[in-house]
């Protein structure tokens, strides 16, 4: 690993150098060509995850259309049961991803130009870290190459469509890049604290279950250290200020999420653990295709080689009894993540611990990926391999990618493969999103009961970004419990047939009603203090950016 933490000549100073520019312009190129072609068809495939994360954003474009933060409550989507799943859910990175929707009325190339920008900006995350791993250009688009167009960050843009991870991949480079000049230079000067904060800032206003990994996975590599009594106190002293800083910056989803959760007994999502299928899994490696499940995942058949390679390469210096490279140590690293997803290992045994909160050990792969361009990069490097070598990997990688994606935009879905999926367009998006969505019972308060009582009859309309209208009719006047959602600690203003609600059932909506038809109003703003959280998150993530940036000269 270079050790240029002073010596490096600055990404940003004044302005970008030619060779900068132009790796930037080849990060754009392949962002543009792994979103281009998933549109191939005319329309959009999408998953039922993704049309969870299209609806909450459209309630949150909606929000800040009328200059507001968007409702701790879900109004659009989710069968109008009123959950929390805004609150529950960070949204600040995701406006990476929705920003087009403010200035564009047509939804599909809204999503289109989403997907460029969220492609662009992983790209650049990935050139920024592969810099401080090398200052060949060859090797730097290689490590790029890899970590944009390897088949499991392909399966999280098109297959899965899981958004909220797909933003928090965009952060893990700078997590990397934090930890590894803490670990070169823990003396608060060499910023390594700040890089490693931004990235965790990142993370936790995206994805929290990735934010759970990436931490678990810190606490791992840090103990490590420990026993081989690398932790020193400048150490534990950076990453403790980056901690605090972390905090800072994701107050505001953090605040929300722990807020809700404190005023109210909510159904968490289903504890299970649903690791890779080995055989299932080498099947589509070797297919080279995009598959939702979860038992199919893998990094693809490039990065597949490369892993064997090296460790054909590694068993070869071990019989002949060569020098250890600083790329084997990488190698073991990347083997372990690869592996350690798979159903090899008794996962069953820990469905009852917290580790099943992560449901899907495959999301290891992420972190896999990475691992694997940073240990590709060191190999090229420290074997000083030809950049005809760098060029033939690319150009196979790119082709297999373009193909991946294409053959996926065109090809009939397999509904076993792909349940759920349904080709988005102009014309239907609203539809999918308002009346399509569905949750379970994840977020909801263990009091509630969805289920529509008898002689009731309700349809919505007037959907907002914070109310919404109930029309009920029915056969009889009566008390009724209604199948919406209902939290402590959220402010409601409700109108029944134009007469304000004053009081509620502690734990659910219940109201009188006559017979015949009846209106139903809710509306819920947010509240004082997530604009206060929202200032502090903000601040803190603009601070760190322009401590790096003006400050330090962001010498990388």
Known sequence: MDQRVNGQRPLLRGRLSVQDGLMLG????????????????????????????????????????????????????????????????????????????????????????????????????????????????????????????????????????????????????LVMLGCLRIWQSPCLRSKGWCWLAVGMIGIANS??????????????????????????????????????????????????????????????????????????????????????????????????????????????????????????????????????PVSWWPYQLLVQTPVALIQFPGRLLSIAGLVLAITTVLYFKELKLHPKIVVGVQVVLTLMALRSVYDYAVLPQDTLTNPGHVQLTRKNLQQELLNNTALGQDYLPATADLTVPRGLVIKTSNVKDNQITYNIKASHAGSYRLPVAYYQGISYRIRLNQKIVKSLDAHQMKFVLKRGDNVLTVQSNTPMFDYALLGVSLATAMGCLLYLGIRMKLTL
């Not at 754009?28 to 609806?55: K, Q, V």
């Not at 058949?301 to 054909?312: A, C, D, E, H, P």
């Open 207 to 340: 994805h929290i279950l990735s934010l759970l990994i990436v931490t678990s996975l810190l606490v791992v590599m840090e103990m490590g250290r420990l026993v081989l009594r690398r932790l020193t106190r400048e150490e534990i002293t950076s990453l403790l200020v980056a901690g605090g800083v972390s905090i800072l910056g994701s107050c505001y989803s953090l605040g929300n999420i722990i807020y809700i959760a404190s005023h109210n007994h909510l159904l968490a999502p289903q504890l299970k653990i649903l690791p890779i299928t080995p055989n299932i899994a080498v099947g589509a490696l070797l297919s080279g295709g995009l598959n939702e499940r979860f038992d199919t995942w893998n990094v693809g058949i490039v990065m597949s080689t490369l892993l064997i390679v090296q460790l054909i390469t590694i068993a070869f210096l071990m019989v002949n009894q060569k020098s250890v490279y600083t790329w084997q140590k990488w190698t073991w690293a990347s083997l372990v993540l690869t592996v350690l």
């Open 26 to 173: 080849f990060v754009l190129i392949i962002a543009g060509l792994i979103t281009i072609p998933i549109f191939a068809g005319g329309y959009f495939s999408i998953s039922w995850d993704g049309r969870i994360h299209l609806a909450r954003f459209q309630q949150i474009v909606w929000a800040l259309k009328a200059h507001h933060l968007p409702s701790l409550v879900s109004f659009v989507g989710f069968g109008q049961q009123l959950s929390t799943l805004n609150g529950m859910y960070p949204w600040l990175t995701a406006g990476f991803f929705f920003w087009p929707s403010l200035f564009t009325d047509n939804p599909l190339h809204a999503i289109k130009l989403g997907f460029l920008v969220v492609n662009f900006l992983t790209g650049v995350t990935a050139f920024i870290l592969m810099r401080t791993v090398t200052n060949n250009r060859y090797y730097q688009s290689l490590g790029v190459s890899l970590y944009m167009l390897n088949t499991y960050h392909l399966t999280l843009l098109y297959a899965r469509v899981d958004l909220g991870e797909v933003l928090a991949y965009i952060f893990l480079p």
